[in-house]
């Protein structure tokens, strides 16, 4: 055998590795894409009904918005409607009735000042908050 040869061989040899390993790298590198292929049709499979359940849920939301949109007006109107009311009511009844009020009470203190048969009324007892004050105590105590 002579160089030449041996050279031929050991070229052989090293192509013949070569492919081997390419063919393992390509083997591996389409079982690869074999899986990925797989995972973007599940993956599709999965998103296409969550896509669609997103849009209904969309569209559910605008509707309801739309419906709050509407009552919320409805009652920006009967509120505006009430305060026009209420200052309709005030303006009628309010000046004349604090009038009317008044007088009777002018009238009442009128009368009780000229009453002398009639007997005066309990003492006025001033109330603070946890505590009786003395003279209320002493009232108590003449009742019992």
């Known amino acids: 055998m002579s160089g030449g040869e041996v050279a031929g061989i050991l070229v ?4 013949a590795i070569l492919v081997s390993f390419l063919a393992v790298a390509l083997a591996r590198l389409a079982q690869t894409l074999r899986a990925t292929t797989k995972l973007v049709e599940d ?26 949109d509407a009552i919320a007006s409805d009652v920006q109107e009967v509120t505006s409607n009430a305060s026009a009311l209420s200052t309709t009511v005030a303006s009628t009844f309010g000046g004349p009735l604090v009038k009317v009020a008044a007088f009777g009470y002018g009238v009442r203190r009128a009368m009780g000042g000229r009453r ?5 009324g309990p003492a006025r ?9 003395p003279s209320a105590r002493r009232g108590k105590r003449k009742k019992d």
């Open 12 to 15: 052989a040899v090293f192509w």
């Open 43 to 68: 993956v599709t499979e999965q998103t296409v009904p969550l896509l669609a359940d997103a849009s209904a849920a969309v569209r559910s939301a605008q509707t309801q918005i739309e419906r709050v």
């Open 116 to 120: 002398e048969d009639v007997p005066a």
């Open 125 to 133: 007892r001033t109330v603070v908050v946890g505590r009786t004050l």
